[in-house]
């Protein structure tokens, strides 16, 4: 079995930080790209931030220059520092890992998502 499991999300007020971490577990070859994306109620799931294996990262236009994305490959783990939260920041925050369960074939796999809630 292969997871994603997220954790830091909470509440906080307007100008306010959260660090997301997702960690994944089970057996896989390798990790790809990770990534988080949000979901607000009526709204479509956005990216929010990605980080290939292979370096770089991809901002979505609403958070660039907020948010950092980062991962640590020896703990399997992705972050996502949120810095100057705004209420529009509030979603579901969910964490996205393309995985080679074995080489040469890769799957999506998603955490259960963690509540970011930005009161003003």
């Known amino acids: 079995q292969v997871q994603l499991v997220e954790s830091g999300g909470g509440l906080v007020q307007a100008g306010g930080s959260l660090r997301l971490s997702c960690a994944a577990s089970?057996?896989?070859?390798?990790?790809?790209?990770m990534a988080w994306y949000r979901q607000a109620p009526g709204k479509q799931r956005e990216l929010v931030a990605a980080v290939p294996s292979g370096g770089g990262t991809k901002y979505g236009d609403s958070v660039k220059g907020r948010f950092t994305i980062s991962r640590d490959n020896a703990k399997n783990t992705a972050y996502l520092q949120m810095n100057n939260l705004q209420p529009e920041d509030t979603a579901v925050y969910y964490c996205?890992?393309?995985?080679?369960?074995?080489?040469?074939?890769?799957?999506?796999?998603w955490g259960q998502g963690t509540q970011v809630t930005v009161s003003p």
């Open positions: 089970g057996r896989f070859f390798i990790i790809s790209t």
């Open positions: 996205n890992a393309n995985m080679y369960i074995v080489p040469g074939k890769s799957s999506d796999y």
